[in-house]
Protein backbone atom coordinates (compact mmCIF):
# COMPACT_ATOMS: atom_id res chain seq x y z
CA UNK A 1 0.00 0.00 0.00
CA UNK A 2 3.07 2.46 0.26
CA UNK A 3 6.67 2.48 -0.38
CA UNK A 4 8.56 1.71 2.34
CA UNK A 5 12.15 3.60 2.59
CA UNK A 6 15.54 1.86 4.22
CA UNK A 7 17.75 3.41 6.56
CA UNK A 8 20.53 5.20 4.58
CA UNK A 9 23.90 5.06 5.61
CA UNK A 10 24.14 9.14 5.41
CA UNK A 11 22.81 11.81 3.93
CA UNK A 12 22.21 11.33 0.08
CA UNK A 13 21.13 14.07 -2.81
CA UNK A 14 18.18 15.21 -2.28
CA UNK A 15 17.06 15.52 -6.10
CA UNK A 16 17.11 11.42 -5.82
CA UNK A 17 15.04 11.54 -2.61
CA UNK A 18 12.25 13.92 -3.57
CA UNK A 19 12.06 11.87 -7.20
CA UNK A 20 11.94 8.38 -5.19
CA UNK A 21 9.33 10.12 -2.42
CA UNK A 22 6.99 11.54 -5.74
CA UNK A 23 7.18 7.98 -6.77
CA UNK A 24 6.05 6.89 -3.62
CA UNK A 25 2.89 9.62 -3.58
CA UNK A 26 2.03 8.22 -7.02
CA UNK A 27 1.42 5.09 -6.03
CA UNK A 28 0.16 5.94 -2.79
CA UNK A 29 -2.91 8.17 -4.45
CA UNK A 30 -5.33 5.84 -5.58
CA UNK A 31 -5.80 4.43 -1.77
CA UNK A 32 -5.14 7.91 -0.24
CA UNK A 33 -8.16 9.16 -1.98
CA UNK A 34 -10.08 6.24 -1.23
CA UNK A 35 -9.67 5.53 2.45
CA UNK A 36 -11.13 8.45 3.93
CA UNK A 37 2.95 34.32 10.12
CA UNK A 38 3.86 31.28 7.98
CA UNK A 39 7.02 30.42 9.00
CA UNK A 40 7.85 29.00 12.21
CA UNK A 41 9.21 30.95 15.38
CA UNK A 42 12.80 31.29 15.89
CA UNK A 43 13.12 28.00 17.76
CA UNK A 44 15.04 28.37 21.16
CA UNK A 45 15.26 25.77 24.40
CA UNK A 46 11.98 26.52 25.55
CA UNK A 47 10.71 28.31 28.82
CA UNK A 48 9.48 27.07 32.06
CA UNK A 49 6.01 27.53 30.50
CA UNK A 50 6.36 25.73 27.30
CA UNK A 51 4.80 22.35 27.16
CA UNK A 52 8.12 20.85 26.24
CA UNK A 53 9.40 21.91 29.59
CA UNK A 54 7.10 20.14 31.63
CA UNK A 55 9.10 17.95 33.58
CA UNK A 56 12.57 19.51 35.85
CA UNK A 57 14.54 16.30 35.18
CA UNK A 58 17.36 16.93 33.59
CA UNK A 59 18.13 15.81 30.00
CA UNK A 60 20.99 14.35 28.06
CA UNK A 61 21.35 15.24 24.31
CA UNK A 62 21.51 11.97 22.34
CA UNK A 63 24.59 11.32 20.76
CA UNK A 64 24.62 10.61 17.23
CA UNK A 65 21.72 11.19 14.32
CA UNK A 66 18.71 9.16 14.97
CA UNK A 67 17.34 7.10 12.27
CA UNK A 68 13.24 7.59 11.36
CA UNK A 69 13.44 4.60 8.74
CA UNK A 70 14.63 1.18 10.45
CA UNK A 71 14.37 -2.39 8.85
CA UNK A 72 12.16 -2.27 12.32
CA UNK A 73 9.55 -0.46 10.95
CA UNK A 74 9.41 -1.98 8.38
CA UNK A 75 8.66 -5.52 10.05
CA UNK A 76 11.64 -6.79 8.82
CA UNK A 77 12.78 -7.78 12.73
CA UNK A 78 10.51 -10.07 14.74
CA UNK A 79 7.86 -8.89 17.23
CA UNK A 80 9.66 -8.42 20.39
CA UNK A 81 10.30 -11.37 22.60
CA UNK A 82 8.13 -9.50 25.48
CA UNK A 83 5.83 -8.99 23.45
CA UNK A 84 4.75 -12.48 22.73
CA UNK A 85 2.23 -14.54 23.90
CA UNK A 86 3.36 -16.08 27.11
CA UNK A 87 0.72 -19.14 26.65
CA UNK A 88 -2.47 -19.81 24.35
CA UNK A 89 -4.17 -22.80 26.50
CA UNK A 90 -6.74 -20.80 27.22
CA UNK A 91 -10.02 -23.30 27.17
CA UNK A 92 -12.26 -21.26 24.16
CA UNK A 93 -14.65 -24.24 23.81
CA UNK A 94 -15.43 -24.09 27.55
CA UNK A 95 -16.06 -20.63 27.65
CA UNK A 96 -19.79 -18.78 27.73
CA UNK A 97 -21.05 -18.34 24.82
CA UNK A 98 -21.28 -14.75 23.41
CA UNK A 99 -24.31 -12.91 22.32
CA UNK A 100 -23.51 -13.38 18.91
CA UNK A 101 -26.40 -15.00 17.35
CA UNK A 102 -25.37 -19.17 17.31
CA UNK A 103 -22.08 -18.10 18.65
CA UNK A 104 -19.88 -21.08 20.12
CA UNK A 105 -15.97 -20.79 20.86
CA UNK A 106 -13.47 -22.31 18.45
CA UNK A 107 -11.88 -25.27 19.79
CA UNK A 108 -8.19 -25.47 20.46
CA UNK A 109 -8.25 -29.70 20.27
CA UNK A 110 -8.54 -29.70 17.27
CA UNK A 111 -11.82 -30.94 17.46
CA UNK A 112 -14.69 -29.17 15.00
CA UNK A 113 -16.86 -26.39 17.08
CA UNK A 114 -20.02 -24.18 15.86
CA UNK A 115 -18.63 -20.94 14.58
CA UNK A 116 -20.48 -17.92 15.14
CA UNK A 117 -22.84 -16.85 12.95
CA UNK A 118 -24.16 -13.14 12.06
CA UNK A 119 -23.52 -9.83 12.66
CA UNK A 120 -21.04 -8.38 15.43
CA UNK A 121 -19.32 -5.03 16.18
CA UNK A 122 -15.43 -4.81 17.68
CA UNK A 123 -16.20 -3.68 21.13
CA UNK A 124 -13.35 -0.67 20.72
CA UNK A 125 -15.46 1.91 22.78
CA UNK A 126 -13.35 0.98 26.02
CA UNK A 127 -10.20 0.88 24.57
CA UNK A 128 -7.65 3.40 26.33
CA UNK A 129 -4.09 4.76 24.97
CA UNK A 130 -1.65 3.81 27.03
CA UNK A 131 0.56 7.00 27.91
CA UNK A 132 3.85 6.77 29.85
CA UNK A 133 2.92 8.02 33.47
CA UNK A 134 4.87 11.43 33.46
CA UNK A 135 5.31 14.14 30.59
CA UNK A 136 9.24 13.79 29.69
CA UNK A 137 11.40 16.41 29.15
CA UNK A 138 13.39 16.37 25.60
CA UNK A 139 16.84 16.37 25.50
CA UNK A 140 17.41 18.78 22.19
CA UNK A 141 18.33 19.14 19.58
CA UNK A 142 18.20 16.10 17.73
CA UNK A 143 19.57 14.76 14.42
CA UNK A 144 17.46 13.09 12.37
CA UNK A 145 17.66 11.27 9.16
CA UNK A 146 14.24 11.46 7.56
CA UNK A 147 12.95 8.39 5.12
CA UNK A 148 13.71 10.33 2.29
CA UNK A 149 17.24 10.95 3.52
CA UNK A 150 17.36 14.51 4.07
CA UNK A 151 19.08 15.53 7.41
CA UNK A 152 16.89 17.03 9.74
CA UNK A 153 17.30 19.24 13.07
CA UNK A 154 14.63 19.09 15.60
CA UNK A 155 15.34 22.49 18.25
CA UNK A 156 12.17 22.56 19.53
CA UNK A 157 9.20 20.34 19.91
CA UNK A 158 6.48 22.56 21.66
CA UNK A 159 4.17 22.74 18.12
CA UNK A 160 3.78 18.85 16.96
CA UNK A 161 1.89 18.54 13.97
CA UNK A 162 1.39 14.91 13.11
CA UNK A 163 0.23 13.56 9.59
CA UNK A 164 -0.36 10.37 8.08
CA UNK A 165 -3.16 8.37 6.37
CA UNK A 166 -4.26 6.45 9.85
CA UNK A 167 -3.22 8.88 12.73
CA UNK A 168 -0.32 6.68 13.80
CA UNK A 169 1.93 9.10 14.80
CA UNK A 170 -0.72 11.42 16.53
CA UNK A 171 -1.66 8.46 18.68
CA UNK A 172 2.46 7.78 19.49
CA UNK A 173 3.24 11.44 19.90
CA UNK A 174 0.06 11.43 22.63
CA UNK A 175 1.33 7.79 24.13
CA UNK A 176 5.47 8.68 24.76
CA UNK A 177 3.81 12.46 26.84
CA UNK A 178 3.96 14.73 24.53
CA UNK A 179 0.22 14.67 23.39
CA UNK A 180 -0.16 18.60 24.69
CA UNK A 181 2.47 19.62 22.48
CA UNK A 182 0.41 18.88 19.11
CA UNK A 183 -1.24 21.22 17.80
CA UNK A 184 -2.31 19.81 14.35
CA UNK A 185 -3.07 16.27 13.12
CA UNK A 186 -5.15 14.31 10.83
CA UNK A 187 -8.39 14.06 10.49
CA UNK A 188 -8.05 9.57 11.13
CA UNK A 189 -6.45 10.87 14.77
CA UNK A 190 -9.71 10.43 15.89
CA UNK A 191 -9.44 8.92 19.78
CA UNK A 192 -10.14 11.38 22.20
CA UNK A 193 -6.93 12.78 23.61
CA UNK A 194 -6.63 13.97 20.06
CA UNK A 195 -9.41 16.34 19.93
CA UNK A 196 -7.92 19.65 20.85
CA UNK A 197 -5.50 19.47 17.95
CA UNK A 198 -6.68 21.39 14.73
CA UNK A 199 -7.25 18.61 11.72
CA UNK A 200 -4.84 20.07 8.91
CA UNK A 201 -6.50 17.91 6.40
CA UNK A 202 -9.75 19.62 5.65
CA UNK A 203 -10.57 17.82 2.94
CA UNK A 204 -10.13 14.00 3.15
CA UNK A 205 -6.76 12.93 3.22
CA UNK A 206 -5.47 16.02 1.18
CA UNK A 207 -2.91 18.29 3.06
CA UNK A 208 -2.96 21.93 2.62
CA UNK A 209 -0.14 24.02 3.44
CA UNK A 210 -1.97 26.97 4.68
CA UNK A 211 -3.66 25.02 7.13
CA UNK A 212 0.21 23.66 8.41
CA UNK A 213 1.86 27.07 8.45
CA UNK A 214 -0.84 28.64 10.22
CA UNK A 215 -0.61 27.05 13.27
CA UNK A 216 3.42 28.13 13.03
CA UNK A 217 4.35 24.66 13.87
CA UNK A 218 7.88 23.71 15.10
CA UNK A 219 7.98 20.20 13.46
CA UNK A 220 5.85 18.23 11.24
CA UNK A 221 5.99 14.52 11.28
CA UNK A 222 4.42 12.58 8.58
CA UNK A 223 5.08 9.66 5.78
CA UNK A 224 4.10 8.76 2.32
CA UNK A 225 0.74 7.80 2.91
CA UNK A 226 -0.66 11.11 2.60
CA UNK A 227 0.34 14.01 0.59
CA UNK A 228 0.62 15.54 -1.95
CA UNK A 229 4.47 15.86 -1.41
CA UNK A 230 4.84 19.47 -2.58
CA UNK A 231 3.28 20.65 0.13
CA UNK A 232 5.84 18.64 2.97
CA UNK A 233 8.21 20.50 0.24
CA UNK A 234 6.70 23.89 1.08
CA UNK A 235 6.80 23.53 4.68
CA UNK A 236 10.40 22.80 4.59
CA UNK A 237 10.89 25.62 1.71
CA UNK A 238 9.65 28.25 5.04
CA UNK A 239 12.13 26.12 7.53
CA UNK A 240 10.02 24.40 8.99
CA UNK A 241 11.45 20.96 9.77
CA UNK A 242 9.66 17.88 8.34
CA UNK A 243 10.26 14.12 8.69
CA UNK A 244 9.10 11.23 7.33
CA UNK A 245 8.54 8.15 9.42
CA UNK A 246 8.09 4.43 7.35
CA UNK A 247 4.68 4.36 6.37
CA UNK A 248 5.08 0.49 6.61
CA UNK A 249 2.50 -0.62 9.00
CA UNK A 250 2.59 -4.18 10.49
CA UNK A 251 2.91 -5.71 14.21
CA UNK A 252 6.70 -6.46 14.15
CA UNK A 253 6.99 -2.56 13.30
CA UNK A 254 5.24 -1.03 16.10
CA UNK A 255 7.55 -0.74 18.91
CA UNK A 256 10.27 -0.11 16.73
CA UNK A 257 8.01 3.10 14.95
CA UNK A 258 7.44 4.04 18.72
CA UNK A 259 11.01 4.10 19.21
CA UNK A 260 11.93 6.25 16.09
CA UNK A 261 9.34 8.80 16.94
CA UNK A 262 10.81 9.35 20.31
CA UNK A 263 14.50 9.31 19.53
CA UNK A 264 13.36 12.59 16.92
CA UNK A 265 11.56 14.05 19.94
CA UNK A 266 14.38 13.56 22.12
CA UNK A 267 12.68 11.43 24.58
CA UNK A 268 13.58 7.79 24.01
CA UNK A 269 13.43 6.69 27.37
CA UNK A 270 9.51 7.36 27.07
CA UNK A 271 9.71 5.06 24.18
CA UNK A 272 11.13 2.33 26.77
CA UNK A 273 7.94 3.01 29.19
CA UNK A 274 5.48 3.27 26.21
CA UNK A 275 6.86 -0.19 24.59
CA UNK A 276 6.04 -1.70 28.13
CA UNK A 277 2.64 -0.78 28.51
CA UNK A 278 1.59 -1.70 24.71
CA UNK A 279 3.59 -5.07 24.95
CA UNK A 280 1.36 -5.86 28.08
CA UNK A 281 -1.60 -5.34 26.13
CA UNK A 282 -0.20 -7.28 22.86
CA UNK A 283 0.95 -10.63 25.66
CA UNK A 284 -2.77 -10.18 26.93
CA UNK A 285 -4.60 -9.82 23.35
CA UNK A 286 -2.29 -12.62 21.98
CA UNK A 287 -2.38 -15.13 24.70
CA UNK A 288 -6.97 -15.32 24.61
CA UNK A 289 -6.45 -15.85 20.82
CA UNK A 290 -7.76 -19.44 20.04
CA UNK A 291 -5.54 -21.93 18.10
CA UNK A 292 -8.04 -23.59 15.80
CA UNK A 293 -6.54 -26.52 14.14
CA UNK A 294 -9.41 -24.70 11.14
CA UNK A 295 -8.57 -21.01 11.61
CA UNK A 296 -11.24 -18.86 10.58
CA UNK A 297 -11.23 -17.48 7.28
CA UNK A 298 -11.39 -13.66 6.93
CA UNK A 299 -11.88 -11.43 4.22
CA UNK A 300 -10.98 -7.33 4.61
CA UNK A 301 -13.08 -5.44 2.21
CA UNK A 302 -12.52 -1.53 2.04
CA UNK A 303 -15.83 -0.68 0.68
CA UNK A 304 -17.21 3.20 -0.02
CA UNK A 305 -20.76 2.51 -1.09
CA UNK A 306 -21.19 6.34 -1.86
CA UNK A 307 -18.23 6.42 -4.13
CA UNK A 308 -18.52 3.03 -5.82
CA UNK A 309 -15.09 1.61 -3.98
CA UNK A 310 -15.31 -1.70 -3.39
CA UNK A 311 -11.87 -3.28 -2.95
CA UNK A 312 -10.11 -6.41 -1.31
CA UNK A 313 -7.20 -6.64 0.89
CA UNK A 314 -4.21 -8.96 0.45
CA UNK A 315 -0.73 -8.99 1.57
CA UNK A 316 0.80 -5.71 2.76
CA UNK A 317 -2.58 -3.76 3.56
CA UNK A 318 -1.96 -4.05 7.27
CA UNK A 319 -5.15 -5.80 7.99
CA UNK A 320 -3.20 -9.28 7.50
CA UNK A 321 -1.04 -8.36 10.08
CA UNK A 322 -4.38 -7.77 12.03
CA UNK A 323 -6.14 -11.08 10.98
CA UNK A 324 -2.92 -13.30 11.57
CA UNK A 325 -2.77 -11.72 15.23
CA UNK A 326 -6.46 -12.58 15.91
CA UNK A 327 -5.63 -16.44 14.92
CA UNK A 328 -7.38 -16.00 11.30
CA UNK A 329 -6.47 -16.48 7.95
CA UNK A 330 -6.23 -13.29 5.77
CA UNK A 331 -7.80 -14.45 2.67
CA UNK A 332 -6.56 -12.34 -0.18
CA UNK A 333 -3.19 -13.55 0.83
CA UNK A 334 -3.86 -16.91 1.00
CA UNK A 335 -5.62 -16.74 -2.41
CA UNK A 336 -2.46 -15.04 -4.22
CA UNK A 337 -3.76 -11.52 -4.35
CA UNK A 338 -0.28 -9.40 -5.24
CA UNK A 339 -1.15 -6.12 -4.45
CA UNK A 340 -2.11 -4.55 -0.65
CA UNK A 341 -5.79 -3.71 -2.08
CA UNK A 342 -7.60 -5.30 -5.44
CA UNK A 343 -10.93 -4.56 -7.05
CA UNK A 344 -13.47 -7.00 -5.45
CA UNK A 345 -15.16 -9.63 -7.83
CA UNK A 346 -17.27 -12.37 -7.19
CA UNK A 347 -15.44 -14.42 -8.66
CA UNK A 348 -12.32 -13.85 -6.04
CA UNK A 349 -14.62 -13.59 -3.53
CA UNK A 350 -16.41 -17.19 -4.39
CA UNK A 351 -12.52 -17.96 -4.96
CA UNK A 352 -11.99 -16.41 -1.13
CA UNK A 353 -14.27 -18.38 0.24
CA UNK A 354 -13.93 -16.20 3.48
CA UNK A 355 -16.29 -17.37 6.59
CA UNK A 356 -15.95 -14.22 7.69
CA UNK A 357 -15.88 -10.30 6.10
CA UNK A 358 -14.48 -7.97 7.97
CA UNK A 359 -14.71 -4.30 7.48
CA UNK A 360 -14.72 -0.75 8.98
CA UNK A 361 -17.91 0.84 10.40
CA UNK A 362 -18.13 3.37 7.88
CA UNK A 363 -18.07 1.04 5.24
CA UNK A 364 -20.47 -0.71 6.78
CA UNK A 365 -22.62 1.97 6.87
CA UNK A 366 -22.63 3.24 3.20
CA UNK A 367 -23.30 -0.03 1.49
CA UNK A 368 -26.66 -0.07 3.94
CA UNK A 369 -25.60 -2.34 6.48
CA UNK A 370 -25.30 -5.72 6.78
CA UNK A 371 -28.18 -6.41 5.04
CA UNK A 372 -26.86 -4.15 1.80
CA UNK A 373 -23.34 -5.96 2.19
CA UNK A 374 -24.90 -9.22 1.71
CA UNK A 375 -26.44 -7.93 -1.30
CA UNK A 376 -23.53 -7.54 -3.43
CA UNK A 377 -23.29 -10.03 -5.81
CA UNK A 378 -21.08 -13.31 -5.16
CA UNK A 379 -21.35 -12.47 -1.29
CA UNK A 380 -23.99 -14.69 -0.95
CA UNK A 381 -22.14 -17.64 -2.39
CA UNK A 382 -19.57 -17.22 0.31
CA UNK A 383 -19.73 -19.11 3.58
CA UNK A 384 -19.82 -15.99 5.39
CA UNK A 385 -22.50 -14.59 3.19
CA UNK A 386 -24.62 -17.93 4.09
CA UNK A 387 -24.06 -17.40 7.71
CA UNK A 388 -24.51 -13.60 7.45
CA UNK A 389 -21.02 -13.35 9.15
CA UNK A 390 -19.68 -9.93 9.16
CA UNK A 391 -17.90 -7.96 11.26
CA UNK A 392 -17.06 -4.17 12.01
CA UNK A 393 -14.61 -1.99 13.85
CA UNK A 394 -14.71 1.61 14.18
CA UNK A 395 -12.98 3.57 12.08
CA UNK A 396 -9.12 4.50 12.79
CA UNK A 397 -8.43 1.47 14.82
CA UNK A 398 -7.77 -1.42 12.79
CA UNK A 399 -4.94 -0.12 10.26
CA UNK A 400 -3.21 2.48 13.06
CA UNK A 401 -0.57 0.04 14.25
CA UNK A 402 0.16 2.64 17.05
CA UNK A 403 -0.16 2.00 21.22
CA UNK A 404 -3.74 0.94 21.15
CA UNK A 405 -2.71 -2.13 19.02
CA UNK A 406 -2.69 -4.73 21.43
CA UNK A 407 -6.80 -3.66 22.68
CA UNK A 408 -7.29 -3.75 19.08
CA UNK A 409 -6.52 -7.20 18.95
CA UNK A 410 -8.44 -8.55 21.76
CA UNK A 411 -11.65 -6.71 20.62
CA UNK A 412 -11.29 -8.11 17.46
CA UNK A 413 -10.62 -11.33 18.54
CA UNK A 414 -14.10 -11.09 20.39
CA UNK A 415 -15.78 -10.36 17.55
CA UNK A 416 -14.18 -12.86 15.48
CA UNK A 417 -14.77 -16.12 17.45
CA UNK A 418 -17.51 -15.31 19.68
CA UNK A 419 -15.40 -14.81 22.67
CA UNK A 420 -17.13 -13.03 25.84
CA UNK A 421 -16.50 -9.83 27.10
Known amino acids: ?22 VALASLAIISWLVSGCAPAVPGTGDQDSPQSSNSTAATTPAGPVSACSDGTAGKLPLPADWQA ?3 STDTASAEPSAVAGAATSATDGTTATKPTGPATAETSGITLPIVATPPTPALPTTVISCDDEEVTVTDVSRIVT ?11 HGLGLGANVIGRDRAADFPEAANATIVTPMGHDLNAEAITALNPSVVLTDTTIGPVEVQEQLRAVG ?7 SARTMNGISHQISAVAGALGVPEAAVELNKLVGADMVSALSMVPQDANPVRIAFLYVRGTAGVYLMAGPGSGADDIIKAAGAVDVGTDIGLKLPFTQLTSEALIKAA ?5 LMSGGLESVGGPEGL ?11 GANHRVVDVAD ?9 SGQIINALAKAVHGLPE
Open 1 to 22: MSKTFQQPAAPTRRSRATARTS
Open 86 to 88: TNN
Open 163 to 173: IDLHGTLTEIV
Open 240 to 246: IPVIFFD
Open 354 to 358: PDVLL
Open 374 to 384: FKIQGIGQTPA
Open 396 to 404: GTLLSFGPR
